[in-house]
């Protein structure tokens, strides 16, 4: 592995993450399950919750996953690292025996897979967790799901400020995605086997950022290097976001509600940086912090650009996305990517707040202060080697990791 790509591998906690990792190792946020298991654990959230369960005492964290554990990962005498497949159930019951909890992260995750893989890992998948734990008497199951399960197809179905009970129940009769739509199938089947002898939940983020972060930000990062992204639309829209650490913490508590009679018991909620957003409600700006973000990293400034109409880049969306299908690329520009930065997307957060006791451990100036301080020491002196704009290939980080969850596993 590159040089680049290790340092999204590596357990070096950033400054936040340091505190974070103390006030859990002083036992401020209670004690983690003896034995957990996380699927997808070497991915962006997975590896951090991997972590954050050893930081508050696991005795032992088996991190399953179908890439490969790096080199540089923890080496803790309680992490034990699989390599395994979710589509397979014998290497799933393997994994899953003798766990106290199973948190289910692995996915084929964002828009860049190709699409027979989603229903493969992320429907199979689900129903060989949920199989394994029922054979081996596993009776928490922690669910990792997503806000777009719940995103209409036009503007005014945004989820503005929504609550999780004033969004569209599941199924929906259509999909802004394929990984939408898969992952609804998979938290139905989860929410269906609730019951006395397993305990379930899903829990949500939304916009996950961080240090490490290889999908998000760097493809953001990579178009604007190279001065080709513009705001789209009249760039007002709100979003909300989690940081990495937030979402792991919410994972945990996850499991802490997991008993009989909770209210929590086979529902869904979102967690986020809440009120420690610019606008206390629970949301910012959304490409007004972007454009903050970008000159903070040291590239030009973005908002007193042309903006491009918002019909315009959902064109251009289509058209990447059509041709790269005629060539087997993955462009990062396609309708729901453009769909992504045109949409109001945030979240009250108030049920969690309420059922789990939740509230962000990283507040959201703290978080993205991190992630930027991260972002120029580790991404900004190797970005430019094959940076591509918005009709380019997805960075490459991002490619790394469809290529070995697709079996491809090409060179770096």
Not at 354 to 361: E, N, Q
Not at 381 to 391: K, N, Q, T, V
Request: hydrophobic share 40%; with cysteine.
């Amino acid at each position: 592995m590159s040089v680049r790509l290790a340092a999204y591998t590596a357990y070096a906690p950033s400054p936040a993450q340091k505190r974070v990792k103390d006030e859990g190792e002083a036992g401020k946020y209670g004690k983690a399950p003896p034995h957990c298991v996380v699927t997808g654990g070497n991915g962006f959230v997975g590896q951090r919750l991997v972590e954050m369960l050893v930081e508050r005492g696991a005795q032992k964290v088996v991190s399953f996953d179908v890439v490969p554990a790096s080199e540089n990962v923890w080496k803790h005498p309680a992490i034990e690292y699989v390599t395994g497949d979710l589509r397979d159930l014998a290497s799933v019951e393997a994994a899953i025996k003798g766990a106290d909890c199973v948190w289910h992260n692995g996915a084929a995750v964002g828009p860049y897979h190709p699409v027979e893989l989603y229903h493969a890992v992320n429907v199979v998948g689900t129903a060989n967790v949920i199989s394994a734990c029922r054979k081996h008497g596993v009776t928490k199951l922690v669910f990792s799901s997503s806000p777009s399960t719940r995103f209409g197809p036009t503007s005014d179905t945004d989820p503005d400020g929504a609550t999780e009970d004033e969004m569209p129940s599941l199924p929906q009769a259509a999909y802004v995605q394929e990984y939408a739509k898969t992952k609804a199938e998979a938290e139905l089947m989860v929410r269906e086997a609730c019951s006395e002898s397993l305990l379930t939940i899903a829990v949500a983020p939304h916009q996950v950022y961080g240090p490490r972060d290889n999908l998000f930000l760097p493809n953001i990062l990579e178009v604007s290097s190279l001065g080709k992204l513009r705001v789209f639309g009249p760039g007002r829209n709100r979003i909300c976001f989690t940081h990495v650490d937030n979402y792991a913490h919410a994972l945990v508590l996850g499991e802490k509600a997991l008993t009989p009679g909770h209210p929590a018991l086979g529902k869904f909620y979102i967690a986020t940086d809440g009120h420690t957003h610019p606008h206390p409600e629970g949301y910012c700006i959304f490409w007004e912090h972007l454009d903050s973000v970008i000159t903070d990293v040291g590239f030009k400034p973005i908002r007193d650009k042309y903006h491009v109409p918002g019909w315009l880049m959902m064109f251009l969306g289509w058209l990447c996305q059509t041709v790269g299908g005629w060539f087997g690329l993955k462009p990062k520009l396609s309708c729901f990517s453009v769909r992504m930065l045109l949409m109001n997307r945030w979240f009250r957060i108030s049920a969690i707040e309420r059922d789990l006791g939740y509230k962000p451990v990283v507040g959201f100036q703290e978080g993205w202060a991190d992630t930027v301080c991260w972002f120029r020491e580790h991404w900004l002196p190797h970005f430019r080697s094959g940076a591509s704009g918005l009709a380019g290939s997805v960075a490459k980080q991002t490619q790394h990791k469809i290529d070995l969850q697709s079996g491809a596993k090409k060179a770096d």
